[in-house]
């Protein structure tokens, strides 16, 4: 960020005397204004934009949920249906809280998949990475507890599914769930601190979404060659380029978004959880939020309980460690022909866990969530350090801007855009 | 490629698809005036919905969420607040404590909520055999059944959000013998469409039931059925659920409508900029 701040010239005396005290001026300006971004990123490079959108609609929108909200066992799903019925716009804030938590994941998945197709955690983006993972890691630990809020049977027999696996946990484990429960059963003291730490966790992530965005602006970004830059001539300013663009995508996300909360609010939800808690009964099916479904299958798949537990929390822990578990010099999977088939085949394996952990956990469903598992973990620990070394990467541009003239002097698609995989599997 | 690997991925759904098909039968799929971008609540129909929750619903069922004065609200059935007062003064409801410190009863205002037919779970219960029937308010949202692959990814477009009003009314009009070698235990009822087929309360509704209101030919201008009750009640209880209803497909339609607008303008706007260079 530092390099770039000297353009800044603040133009009256007040922004002088400012700028010299506190600089922040001239960080935004570095930042967001002359910020050199490839001239060549696609809309894949949006989804960053989007992502903070959706945090600032998710804490505004909270924030406002959180002035009618009751956080008490008896009140709590009541509180929710005052929001719905007799706050002015209530209804619409709400719809907007919970759909806008599944589009902040559609937006993440995104995001995350444009990472590993562009090998955007390779050096030296791999701190950026991880407080990626990191990111995504409270996200989900928001969007669970968020969920518990209302008070309904899918909230209160899914913190109960959750925090059961939890005391798997060798030697901690108990105490863990001990502490989430504040009792001997999640009950009134889960449903406090749940809200209170949904409150928090949000914060915590716009702190880390701060850190993952220097980390960004440090190495620059990546791009869909995966060529590092080399010129300004590689580059364009972040304004008005990257700007207007993001703007546009976000605009386009926004209609996606309408269309959930105006048109079909409870689509994602499920019925089971319009009917206030009961713990003495159980719903037919408990099923997390379909953001959680692959990680669900992946739990159920393992038959022992902490082996499901480990096997989870390791799909997730994995990723932390692709900048090394990766060993090809390449980044861009646009010249990686073996590769680019295995990634396809990485998120057919995650679609089909997804749908697998809406299943219930019995006959064939239960083999076919195991083969998808460990093909979840092969892909990852066996496939991408072998590829490194067997794969025959395509000749890659040699800047940024020869593959954007490249382009147009007749060649139809930049070298390896549009190259099949060659191999005759 | 991302075509050939989503039909792939279709391919490999598809083939587990026979698997979960077996989960007896769905709903049949009827017409609702608020499905859809344009939908709305048609009062007319509410308002028959209403009586035949009045009459009939209503010696079982609470309805906690909903107050008198909701019913003239807009969007809604279409009372007037002078029919709304009216109505809620037909009601008894306790209040209290009075300076005296007693409970006393008086005649419902429309601010109250509308009176529970049970003092507490345990009386429904008790009162009918064990198993007590469950609020109303939110009944449409709070039931579904399983549209499974690959339709549950045609209604995200086709906007299909009325799975738990077909099922209402297929468990309200799914009434017959049972088959032959079922045997349905004591107090229970037969139900083609309730999980599991035995369904604790008894058949609520038969043809000429609820008196409809009458048009100028001094005929109801609806059939006095089972099956258009089951549908009116049920277009009401949508409507106790989602009393917004209305209003969030009309300002979705504004919104989405201004959203196309704008992203067309930024569109053209990042053309304009992007042509400055090659790229
Ligand atoms: C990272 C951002 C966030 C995510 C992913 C998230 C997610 C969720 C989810 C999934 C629900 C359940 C919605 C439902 O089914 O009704 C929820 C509820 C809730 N959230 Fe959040 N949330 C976020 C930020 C916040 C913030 C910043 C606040 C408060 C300042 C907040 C306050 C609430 C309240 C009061 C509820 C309960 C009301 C309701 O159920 O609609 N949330 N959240």
Redesign the pocket.
């Known amino acids: 960020m530092s390099q770039h701040s000297s353009t800044y010239v603040p133009k009256s005396a007040f922004g002088k005397w400012f700028e010299s005290r506190l600089p922040i001026a001239g960080l935004i300006h570095s930042s967001f204004i002359v910020y050199p971004v490839p001239r060549n990123i696609n809309y894949f490079w949006t989804f960053g934009a989007i992502l903070s959108f ?2 600032a609609s ?6 406002f ?2 002035m ?2 009751t ?1 008490h066992a008896s009140l ?1 799903f009541q ?2 249906e005052h ?1 719905m019925r007799d706050v002015n716009f209530g209804w619409l ?2 719809y907007m ?2 759909n ?3 589009m ?2 559609v937006a993440v998945y995104v995001h995350i998949f444009r990472g590993l197709y562009y090998g955007s955690y390779k050096a030296p983006r791999e701190i950026l990475w991880i407080l990626g993972v990191i990111i995504y890691g ?2 989900m630990a ?9 008070w ?1 049977q899918m ?1 209160f027999w899914g913190a109960t599914v959750i925090t059961n696996i939890l005391a798997a946990i060798p030697v901690v484990g108990d105490t863990i769930q001990s502490l989430l429960w504040g009792g001997y059963s999640v009950g009134n003291p889960t449903l406090n601190r749940f ?1 209170s730490i ?2 928090l ?3 915590m ?1 716009a702190g880390v979404v701060i850190l993952h965005i220097w980390a960004l602006h440090v190495p620059g970004q990546n791009n869909p060659t995966g060529v590092p830059i080399k010129s300004d001539k590689d580059t364009v300013p972040f304004t008005p380029f990257a700007t207007i663009k993001d703007l546009f995508a976000t605009a386009v996300f926004m209609i996606l978004f309408a269309w959930f909360v105006f048109y079909i609010p409870n689509y994602l ?1 499920h019925a089971d ?1 319009y009917v206030p808690a009961n713990p003495s009964v159980t719903p037919a099916h408990i099923v997390p ?1 379909w953001y959680f479904l692959p990680f669900y299958a992946i739990l159920r798949a393992i038959p022992d309980k902490l082996g499901g537990v480990i096997a989870m929390f390791a799909s997730i822990a994995v990723l932390a460690f692709l900048p090394w578990l990766d060993t090809s010099k390449v980044r861009s999977t646009s010249y990686r022909p073996l590769y680019k088939q295995f990634f396809w085949i990485l998120v057919a394996d995650t679609l089909l866990l997804g749908w697998l952990g809406a299943k219930p956990p019995e006959g064939w469903y239960v083999i076919v969530s195991q083969i998808a598992t460990a093909y979840y973990f092969i892909h990852f620990l066996v496939i991408l350090p072998l590829l490194g070394f067997i794969e025959r990467p395509l000749p890659l541009p040699n800047s940024i801007l020869e593959s954007v003239l490249g382009q147009k002097g007749g060649a139809g698609l930049p070298a390896g855009a549009n190259a099949e995989p060659q191999s005759k599997g | 490629m991302m075509k050939r690997t989503l039909l792939i991925a279709a391919a490999v759904l598809g083939l587990s698809a026979p698997a979960i098909a077996s989960e007896g039968a769905n709903p049949p799929q009827l017409k609702w005036s608020f499905a859809g971008p344009f939908g709305k609540f048609d009062e007319a129909q509410l308002q028959r919905g209403f009586k035949v929750y009045r009459e009939v619903c209503s010696s079982c069922h609470s309805l906690n969420y909903v107050n008198f004065r909701n019913l003239s609200q807009p969007g809604g059935p279409g009372f007037s607040e002078a029919q709304v007062r009216a109505l809620a003064a037909e009601y008894k409801v306790q209040d209290g404590p009075n300076d005296a410190g007693d409970m006393f009863e008086r005649a419902g205002r429309p601010a109250d909520h509308f009176p529970a037919p049970f003092p507490n779970e345990n009386a429904a219960a008790a009162a009918n055999g064990g198993k007590a029937p469950p609020d109303l308010s939110l009944m449409p949202k709070a039931r579904t059944y399983e549209r499974g692959f690959p339709w549950f990814i045609f209604d995200a477009f086709t906007q299909f959000a009325e799975n738990g009003s077909d099922y209402l009314v297929a468990v309200l009009t799914g009434y017959h013998e049972a088959p032959k070698g079922f045997s349905v235990p004591e107090g229970g009822h037969y139900n083609s469409y309730f999980p599991g087929n035995v369904i604790a309360m008894p058949k609520p509704l038969s043809d000429g039931q609820v008196e409809y209101p009458k048009g100028a030919d001094g005929k109801s201008p609806v059939p006095e059925t089972v099956d258009q009750y089951a549908r009116d009640v049920t277009a009401f209880l949508m409507w106790t659920a989602e009393p917004h209803l209305d209003a969030r497909k009309r300002i979705g339609f504004q919104v989405i409508l201004f959203l196309l607008v704008l992203s067309g303008l930024l569109y053209f706007t990042k053309k304009k900029i992007w042509s400055r260079i090659e790229h």
Do not use: D, K
């Open positions: 959706m945090l998710q804490i505004l929108t909270g924030v949920l959180a009618y909200y956080p709590a509180s929710v929001i804030i709400r809280h919970a806008g938590a599944s902040f994941f409270l996200m928001t969007a669970f507890m968020g969920y518990v809020l209302p309904g909230s809200f949904h409150y966790l949000p914060f992530i939800g959880n939020e």
